[in-house]
């Protein structure tokens, strides 16, 4: 590529035959009652195999002991990710990228349902095209790489390593559309981007990562108003009916919003640590890079008008979001609907060849059945590692349902089951048939119970840590106890600025969900006519 410098950076659930470096430095413990959550749902990891190494050898750092390592143990682990050769990047493993590819699957299937099309537009784009949208370069120029080199010479203008598309976009937009009957324009890419980060964790936040960037432009200010809602919409379901992680959905500030937008919409994630997660956003951009690019068109009443336009885009940071929601000391705990196992079916209590024939076969009956049910399913017949250790393996990678079978199950023509999100006896179940109609009835039913289990639990969690405020000082106390502060905003954005900068908390949102008046700003103890939500990020 040449030499590069820094330059600066449905509310429907589908059945489940459709559902388809630097490290940053440690941090300090989680609130009391995040470990305290965790600690209930169980503790431990590793086990013991035919190694006989020691279980702690194994074992994950306590999520209650050192989030920060908790967290890199579980990428680690968990088989997720490595760190790359180039500082600051990461090498996605087959495991998170089966995750990725379920939320592209999802994803492409709601973006074609509303009339988008999918393209690809070019990784290098000339520094000219950034610099035209003052705001934009602005916002974007600490993060960007740039290409001076190509063919061992010196390039006559650099060109940025796409960090976003929205200027090479509206190159060519201005190009594609001449008049009214060009509109609206919905597109999708899926690519990778680069933003020159200085401190980087694992799918949180890396020098490249993997995401989707849509663009759109359409006749009025109306329409493109009701694209950037329509999307940050779809991204909400997606990650409370797909990832069972709840969102808060509302509008960024005006410090907050995206370098050249009119507004921006996000959703907010809470996660084990009581930080929020920036999981998506959407952009009214309203004309400024239509006008920065000369992209008019001729409309119906024979003037020409610059279009109105929308960006909006996740990325791989909702696998670090699914990590940091539902994860405990155990590993991954991961929502059926997300996991790219469901099911693991183990033989156990094998200790003859004539067992192990009878046993085999009962476990490809019931691999069978649910696979033609539409579930994932993995067999884990290793006879070199123990079943203990495979329990433990499984769950460190957050398979929802274990499924063991012994020759005493055989001969009673059953199985045992053992769910990921209830540690111990209570998640385990005896007694269950092996009858394949009622096999898969049973587990498809778990399933779905551990999907609902898990946006329970973190709904309470995230509910629990959200306190409402009414004075600066009320604020910064709740920030200090590690909560979500909520409470009337009317304050500047240089109020905001000092927030910012005594507490380390953001102005999250103004969420679409607010409480009924009237309200009073919790900085100048005037009149407000919204509520905002302020907290520590990612």
């Known amino acids: 590529m040449g030499a590069v410098r820094l330059a600066g950076q449905s509310g429907v659930r589908p059945s489940w035959v459709l559902a388809a470096s630097t490290q940053e430095a440690p941090e300090a413990s989680p609130k009391a009652k995040a470990a305290k959550q965790q600690q209930q749902k169980g503790g431990g990891g590793g086990g013991k195999g035919k190694d006989g190494k020691a279980k702690d050898e194994e074992a994950i750092t306590p999520l209650s002991e050192d989030f920060s390592r908790w967290y890199l143990d579980v990428v680690a682990k968990a088989g997720l990710a490595d760190y790359g050769p180039v500082r600051g990047t990461m090498v996605m493993k087959p495991y998170s990228y089966a995750i990725w590819e379920t939320i592209q699957a999802y994803l492409n299937a709601r973006f074609k349902e509303t009339g988008h099309e999918n393209c690809y537009f070019p990784q290098l784009i000339p520094y000219s095209f950034i610099a035209k949208e003052a705001q934009h370069v602005e916002g974007f120029a600490p993060e960007l790489a740039l290409v001076t080199k190509g063919g061992g010479k010196d390039l006559e203008e650099p060109l940025v390593v796409r960090p976003t598309s ?74 409370t009916s797909q990832m069972a992680m709840p969102v808060v959905v509302g509008r960024k500030s005006r410090v907050e919003t995206f370098a050249g937008a009119e507004r921006t919409y996000t959703i907010e994630a809470m996660m084990l640590d009581a930080k929020a997660l920036q999981a998506g956003t959407s952009h009214n951009l309203g004309s400024n890079f239509a006008k920065a690019f000369g992209t008019q068109f001729l409309a119906s009443d024979g003037t020409q008008q610059y279009v ?55 476990v490809g009956k019931l691999e ?15 006879s070199q590692k123990t ?51 009622e096999f898969v009835a049973h587990v498809s039913a778990l399933l779905d119970d551990i999907q609902a289990n898990l946006l329970a639990e973190a709904t309470a969690f995230r509910d629990s840590f959200i306190v409402d405020v009414t004075s600066y000082e009320e604020l910064k106390a709740a920030v200090a106890d590690g ?56």
């Open 308 to 362: 109105h336009q929308s960006s909006w885009g996740v990325s791989t940071r909702l696998i670090g979001g699914l990590i940091m929601t539902h994860g405990d000391d155990k590993g991954l705990r991961l929502p059926p609907l997300m996991a790219p196992v469901q099911i693991v079916i183990i033989p156990v209590g094998v200790k003859k060849d004539e067992e192990r024939e009878v046993v085999m076969a009962a």
């Open 166 to 239: 929205e200027t090479i976009v509206n190159h060519m937009f201005s190009q594609w559309v001449q008049s009214y009957r060009d509109l609206p324009l919905l597109l999708n890419q899926w690519c990778n981007v680069h933003r020159w980060e200085m401190r980087t964790r694992p799918f949180v936040r890396t020098l490249e990562f993997l995401w989707q960037e849509g663009h759109t432009a359409h006749a009025t200010a109306e329409e493109a108003e009701e694209e950037a809602m329509r999307m940050i919409s779809v991204y909400a379901d997606f990650a």
């Open 483 to 538: 909560k979500w502060a909520r409470g009337g905003w009317a304050g500047s954005d240089a109020d905001e600025e000092l927030v910012k900068t005594e507490t380390q908390a953001t102005l999250r949102c103004f969420p679409f969900a607010q409480p009924a008046g009237p309200h009073k700003c919790l900085m100048t103890g005037g009149p407000a006519t919204e509520v905002a939500l302020f907290a520590k990020s990612y």
């Open 387 to 437: 079943p203990g250790w495979k329990y433990n393996f499984w769950e460190m990678k957050g398979v929802p349902v274990r499924v063991e079978v012994g020759p005493k199950d055989v001969a009673s023509n059953a199985c045992v089951t053992a769910r990921r999100d209830r540690p111990g006896k209570e998640g385990k179940q005896m007694g269950v048939s092996a009858e394949p109609a």
């Open 368 to 382: 069978a059945a649910a696979k033609a049910a539409g579930m994932r399913v993995k067999v884990d017949a290793d």
